[in-house]
């Protein structure tokens, strides 16, 4: 057998030697020819561009705003939070036989172990000795904070104040002659007017997008604090919390602090839809230089209780032209406006000159001005326009906006109700759709002709003797007016139902 292949090779070799110098001839050939290939000419297009008036118009524009940013930017910092928490570990899970099977779904009870949560959130310098604004949201829980800046220089970071009911909190990092950037006038802002938003979007570092201000005096929390948001189209996502709103004149006037999105609601981990919300520059302003100079926020305070006109037949009923300013509902007895003669269902159109929209722009207005200061207030009284001058006191701690409260008069077939304003908490308790309107029934005497006739509380009074309650100021008026038999409109878990009270209804209610 081995002769055979030696044999075999010997009579072979010539041909097998002819085919490998054709196989290379033949590669060779391939790539001298593939080298002088012929390929197919083309040129790139060339061109100054567009120009003329309109083209000029829009490169100043594109240079205007490349100013801003250059401006701004070095003035806005990244803040990222560190908060330690306490979570129960299963002992199970230190097997990794069990974490096999169970992975993250086992029971979390046992042992206590810490567990580390990042957040990412941005700021903006507002003094070159090292002050920053951002939310209070973004470093409320933190247990550490670094803050980054422009130039890549990180500093930890710490909490001076922090003041939940806007959102907006001051930290402090060590540095001398950083850059900073001017506030502007939130007030003079005008829906349409473009705005430039920096922030840090998904870790993005030091982001710029571009938009207009779509609405002013936007609120998300039903009143449950002190919101006066500017709405905006410019792209605000997760992690811009806290930087800067900026006008064309690179003027900070809002600190970036919640988005809708589809996925989420305000301010959660949804994306970009085109609706952001901005705490104004007024408001954020006043919040920072009290928390840097007391480390607490004091706030003007006038002593009402207040409601916006949010259909024009309740601002025909108070003889108001138009549906803007601010209705008083209830005044505190021995505040400031009780002491100046400010009486309910008075409607306050102007403070200080300037225009009230409605009752959540005046809370806004007189919170951004300091106890002490004394402002006019032009009102309706009746139809009839007065001026009244007041100093303001200083809002107690904690006040929300709070809903108007009524109560009957000891006489007559509506004594023993006391009534409050629907608020949106109100209402969710409830269960009663967003479009109903009426005061519901806080206090109930048990000895009550209402009582009697099977009030209960809870039960929304739409309507007295046929005339429409919508707040507590047309309850206390209709209810004094209410001598006789009275029929009431009651709205019961979303049922509507006529009830009538006499004042007879209480006979021997007492003995019972």
């Given at each position: 057998m081995?002769?055979?292949?030696?044999?075999?090779?010997?009579?072979?070799?010539?041909?097998?030697?002819?085919?490998?110098?054709?196989?290379?001839c033949?590669?060779?050939?391939?790539l001298?020819?593939e080298?002088?290939r012929?390929f197919?000419?083309?040129a790139?297009a060339?061109?100054?561009?567009l120009?003329g008036?309109?083209i000029?118009t829009?490169?100043r524009?594109?240079?205007?705003y490349?100013?801003?940013?250059?401006?701004?930017?070095?003035a806005?910092?990244?803040i990222?939070?560190?908060?330690?928490?306490?979570?129960?570990?299963?002992?199970?899970m230190?097997d990794?036989f069990f974490r096999?099977?169970?992975g993250?779904?086992?029971?979390?009870?046992?042992?206590?172990?810490?567990?580390r949560?990042h957040?990412?959130?941005?700021g903006?310098?507002?003094?070159?000795?090292g002050?920053?604004?951002?939310n209070?949201?973004?470093v409320s829980?933190?247990t550490?904070?670094?803050?980054l800046?422009t130039?890549?220089?990180?500093?930890k970071?710490?909490?001076?104040g922090?003041?939940?009911?806007?959102?907006?909190?001051?930290i402090?990092?060590d540095?001398q002659?950083?850059p900073?950037?001017?506030?502007?006038?939130?007030?003079?802002?005008?829906?349409?007017d473009?705005?430039?938003?920096?922030?840090n979007?998904f870790?993005?570092?030091?982001?710029?997008?571009r938009?207009?201000?779509?609405?002013?005096g936007?609120?998300?929390?039903?009143?449950?604090?002190l919101e006066?948001f500017i709405?905006?189209?410019?792209?605000i996502?997760?992690?811009?919390?806290?930087?800067a709103?900026?006008?064309?004149r690179g003027?900070?006037?809002?600190?970036?602090?919640?988005i809708?999105?589809g996925n989420?609601?305000?301010g959660?981990?949804g994306?970009?839809?085109?609706?952001?919300?901005a705490?104004?520059?007024?408001t954020?302003k006043?919040?920072?230089e009290?928390?840097?100079?007391t480390?607490?926020v004091?706030?003007?305070?006038?002593g009402?209780?207040?409601?916006?006109?949010?259909?024009?037949?309740?601002?025909?009923?108070?003889?108001v032209?138009?549906?803007?300013?601010a209705?008083?509902?209830d005044?505190?007895?021995?505040?400031p406006?009780?002491?100046?003669?400010?009486?309910n269902?008075?409607?306050?159109?102007?403070?200080?000159?300037?225009?009230?929209?409605?009752?959540g722009?005046?809370?806004?207005?007189?919170?951004?001005?300091n106890?002490?200061?004394?402002?006019?207030?032009d009102i309706l009284?009746?139809?009839?326009?007065?001026t009244i001058?007041?100093?303001?006191g200083?809002r107690?701690?904690?006040?929300?906006?709070t809903?108007?409260?009524?109560?009957a008069?000891?006489?007559?077939?509506?004594?023993g109700?006391a009534?409050?304003n629907?608020?949106?908490?109100?209402?969710d308790?409830?269960?009663?759709?967003?479009?109903?309107?009426?005061v519901?029934i806080?206090?109930l005497?048990p000895s009550?002709?209402?009582a009697?006739?099977?009030?209960?509380?809870?039960d929304?009074?739409?309507?007295?003797?046929r005339?429409?309650?919508?707040s507590?100021?047309?309850?206390?008026?209709?209810?004094?007016e209410?001598?006789?038999?009275?029929?009431l409109r009651?709205n019961?878990?979303?049922?509507?139902v006529?009830?009538?009270?006499?004042?007879?209804?209480?006979?021997?209610?007492?003995?019972?």
């Amino acid at each position: 057998m081995r002769a055979n292949t030696k044999q075999f090779l010997r009579e072979n070799l010539f041909g097998l030697s002819l085919t490998l110098i054709g196989v290379v001839c033949l590669t060779l050939s391939g790539l001298l020819y593939e080298g002088h290939r012929v390929f197919p000419q083309f040129a790139l297009a060339e061109g100054s561009g567009l120009d003329g008036p309109d083209i000029d118009t829009l490169e100043r524009q594109n240079k205007a705003y490349e100013r801003i940013a250059q401006s701004v930017t070095p003035a806005i910092v990244a803040i990222s939070s560190t908060q330690v928490i306490k979570v129960q570990q299963s002992p199970f899970m230190m097997d990794p036989f069990f974490r096999q099977f169970f992975g993250n779904m086992a029971p979390q009870f046992g042992v206590p172990r810490e567990q580390r949560e990042h957040a990412l959130g941005s700021g903006v310098i507002v003094s070159a000795d090292g002050y920053i604004v951002t939310n209070n949201h973004v470093v409320s829980k933190a247990t550490q904070i670094e803050v980054l800046l422009t130039d890549k220089r990180s500093f930890k970071g710490k909490v001076m104040g922090a003041d939940p009911q806007t959102d907006i909190a001051v930290i402090k990092i060590d540095a001398q002659n950083l850059p900073v950037v001017p506030f502007g006038d939130s007030a003079q802002m005008k829906v349409g007017d473009t705005v430039m938003a920096f922030g840090n979007p998904f870790g993005q570092y030091f982001t710029v997008t571009r938009g207009s201000v779509s609405a002013l005096g936007r609120s998300l929390s039903g009143g449950e604090k002190l919101e006066d948001f500017i709405q905006t189209d410019a792209a605000i996502n997760p992690g811009n919390s806290g930087g800067a709103l900026v006008n064309v004149r690179g003027q900070v006037i809002g600190i970036n602090t919640a988005i809708l999105s589809g996925n989420s609601g305000p301010g959660g981990e949804g994306g970009f839809i085109g609706i952001g919300f901005a705490i104004p520059s007024n408001t954020a302003k006043h919040v920072m230089e009290d928390l840097i100079k007391t480390g607490k926020v004091s706030r003007g305070y006038l002593g009402v209780s207040i409601r916006s006109f949010d259909e024009e037949g309740l601002a025909k009923q108070f003889k108001v032209p138009d549906t803007s300013g601010a209705l008083v509902e209830d005044v505190t007895p021995g505040g400031p406006a009780d002491k100046a003669g400010i009486k309910n269902g008075d409607v306050i159109r102007k403070l200080d000159g300037k225009t009230v929209g409605d009752s959540g722009q005046l809370t806004a207005m007189v919170t951004d001005m300091n106890p002490g200061t004394e402002v006019g207030l032009d009102i309706l009284r009746d139809g009839q326009p007065m001026t009244i001058h007041l100093t303001l006191g200083e809002r107690p701690a904690n006040l929300g906006v709070t809903a108007g409260v009524g109560k009957a008069p000891s006489e007559g077939a509506l004594r023993g109700i006391a009534v409050q304003n629907l608020t949106p908490d109100v209402r969710d308790q409830l269960g009663l759709p967003p479009n109903l309107r009426g005061v519901v029934i806080s206090g109930l005497d048990p000895s009550s002709p209402a009582a009697q006739a099977g009030i209960q509380p809870g039960d929304v009074i739409e309507a007295i003797n046929r005339q429409p309650v919508n707040s507590v100021a047309d309850f206390n008026r209709l209810a004094a007016e209410a001598k006789g038999q009275t029929l009431l409109r009651i709205n019961r878990q979303g049922n509507g139902v006529f009830v009538v009270i006499s004042p007879a209804d209480d006979d021997g209610g007492d003995n019972q």
